[in-house]
């Protein structure tokens, strides 16, 4: 079943700005994971965030969580073209991830 | 070193027919998964292996989807007598280890589509 649900489902920036992408969640989690899938094919996992976590980086990406509003951002600031792609959270807790229905963001140059 | 790969890239059948998809985890990896994606839509998990373990078969949404994995190798979703609805692109994902804190290293997927 899925259990996050990304906001906003479609995003377009232009290169340079930042994009936020927020993911709710209904149940309790023991971590999130956030992946980008490009051209509707295999997803490449960008960041994990365990439970006990409120903030983590990545080069340009930001995470936070928020476990009392069940909800966790992603941020990748200084946009470029090539981050054009679907984005996903997902959340885990057991083995298998539930997935929301991605956000998908176009980056303009 | 080589990551998940799945074969086919992408299959058209018609309806009523049997199709057979392939994955190969990354060597080492005890752990594979596959998820199913329909058009616009998040993923679906299927089907979870770990070692000799007996699968987890839970997310299989009808006896007409079955999986086989030879111990710690390649494994195999046979979808018999395929409806248009099973059209999707299907994914394997492994791990190194069963858990949740564990990174799932996706393949390239196969675009199955049923005419």
């Known amino acids: 079943s899925q259990q996050g649900e990304e906001d906003p489902?479609?995003?377009?920036?232009?290169?340079?700005?930042?994009?936020?992408?927020n993911c709710s969640y209904k149940t309790s989690i023991n971590n999130l994971q956030w992946y980008r899938q490009n051209s509707g094919r295999g997803l490449v996992h960008l960041i994990l965030i365990r439970s006990n976590e409120r903030e983590k980086h990545s080069g340009r990406l930001r995470v936070t969580l928020d476990t009392s509003k069940k909800s966790s951002s992603l941020l990748i600031t200084a946009s470029r073209a090539a981050d054009t792609a679907s984005y996903f959270c997902a959340t885990s807790s057991g083995y298998a991830l539930n997935f929301g229905k991605g956000t998908s963001l176009l980056v303009t140059p | 070193g080589a990551g998940v790969s799945q074969s086919p890239s992408n299959k058209v059948t018609e309806k009523g027919k049997d199709v057979e998809l392939r994955c190969d985890p990354i060597s080492g990896h005890t752990a594979l998964y596959w998820y199913r994606q329909r058009l616009g839509q998040g993923?679906?998990?299927?089907?979870?292996?770990?070692?000799?373990?007996?699968p987890d078969k839970s997310g299989l949404p009808s006896d007409r989807f079955s999986a086989e994995r030879t111990g710690e190798s390649v494994s195999t979703l046979t979808i018999q007598r395929t409806q248009q609805e099973d059209s999707a692109v299907y994914l394997c994902a492994s791990s190194l280890r069963r858990g949740d804190q564990e990174t799932q290293y996706f393949g390239p997927g196969t675009r199955l589509l049923v005419l």
Request: no cysteine.
């Open chain 1, 9 to 21: 489902q479609a995003l377009s920036i232009q290169e340079g700005e930042n994009a936020t992408m």
């Open chain 2, 43 to 54: 993923l679906e998990f299927l089907i979870y292996f770990q070692g000799n373990s007996a």
